[in-house]
């Protein structure tokens, strides 16, 4: 007679089956449920870390953050596996009014469209003053900041009058010319090349082998962007006036010293600069500041 399977044996022997399935894969079914493990907590840990980050951009106004530099967290839920920290962060932005000026995110701090800009006048140079027409209602400069402009190139010019008479009665060379090229050249006196070489009329060093503290590089590493140093501003007038008794200018002292206008046309024509409105300039400030005062 055979015997029948009670439900206890047959529990036996499922029980039996599964044990000796775990023995033959158990290293497999370690390996998917750690898999398993890691994608639970980091979905969990993404969950509060875009939390705080939502709450830390909206309290944090008083300094612009940006997003660009954060590592890539991307949402991995199970309702939607594509959602990201990008459009996640563009919701909330919108439901705290928050604005994004580009791709990347970045909370703009709204108090900035109030703080005041700069002084503006610090974008123009003070010879602007002379040559710029209209400059207060044209770029919105205040008339005192234009008037600075103006009284520093007045200063200037009482500075240097006497220097340029003097190597204009040495070398024949207009005053006024003389004065309006080291206006132009140094921007009164402004510009780096004036304040840190004494160089004020963009004199360009053309040896090829230097002393040191002989020339100095503003701009380019080229060595036609090397600029002489001088010892003090007379060094760089007289240099100036030896220049233009070179055989280039030579021609010009034919013109005498009342003949700015000629002077000035002549100097962009032998190359002096290559600005096509070099002339025009020179005789603006001339008139302008009447520096033909100075031309006897």
């Known amino acids: 007679m055979l015997k029948k399977n009670t439900p206890r044996k047959k529990m036996k022997s499922q029980f039996l089956e599964i044990y000796e399935y775990i023995q033959k894969n158990w290293f497999w079914m370690l390996i998917v449920s750690g898999f398993f493990y890691l994608g639970m907590t980091k979905n969990i840990s993404v969950h509060i870390s875009m939390q ?7 309290n944090s106004l008083a300094q612009p953050v940006s997003l660009q530099n954060k590592s890539a967290r991307t949402e991995f ?33 709204p108090i900035d469209k109030a ?15 002379i040559l710029a027409t209209d400059l207060s209602r044209r770029y919105g400069l205040t008339t005192s900041e234009v008037d600075n402009k103006k009284q520093t190139c007045l200063n200037y010019i009482r500075r240097f009058s006497n220097v340029a008479v003097a190597e204009m009665n040495k070398f024949g060379i207009p ?7 080291a206006l132009l050249e140094s921007d009164a006196g402004g510009s780096q090349l004036a304040q840190k070489n004494d ?6 060093c053309f040896e090829r082998n230097c002393k040191k503290g002989h020339c100095a590089n503003f701009s380019d590493d080229t060595h036609k962007d090397f600029f002489r140093k ?67």
Not at 52 to 58: L, M
Not at 80 to 108: A, Q, R
Not at 175 to 181: F, G
């Open 230 to 296: 001088y010892n003090n501003a007379w060094e760089s007038f007289r240099a100036h006036s030896h220049l233009l008794k070179s055989k280039r200018y030579q021609h010009l002292h034919l013109l005498g010293t009342k003949n700015y206008k000629k002077w000035a046309h002549g100097l962009q024509k032998a190359g002096y600069a290559t600005d096509q409105k070099y002339a025009d300039k020179l005789i603006n400030i001339i008139e302008k500041m009447e520096l033909y005062r100075y031309d006897i």
């Open 199 to 204: 160089n004020h009329f963009g004199i360009k």
């Open 77 to 109: 839920s199970v309702a939607n596996p594509f959602y990201s920290v990008k459009n996640f962060f563009t919701e909330k932005s919108k439901e705290k009014g928050i604005t994004k000026s580009d791709t990347n995110l970045k909370i703009i701090n």
């Open 52 to 58: 705080n980050d939502v709450q830390t951009a909206s």
């Open 175 to 181: 005053a006024s010319i003389t004065l309006a090229q």
């Open 115 to 129: 703080t005041p800009k700069s002084n503006r006048a610090n974008d123009f140079s003070n010879i602007s003053s």
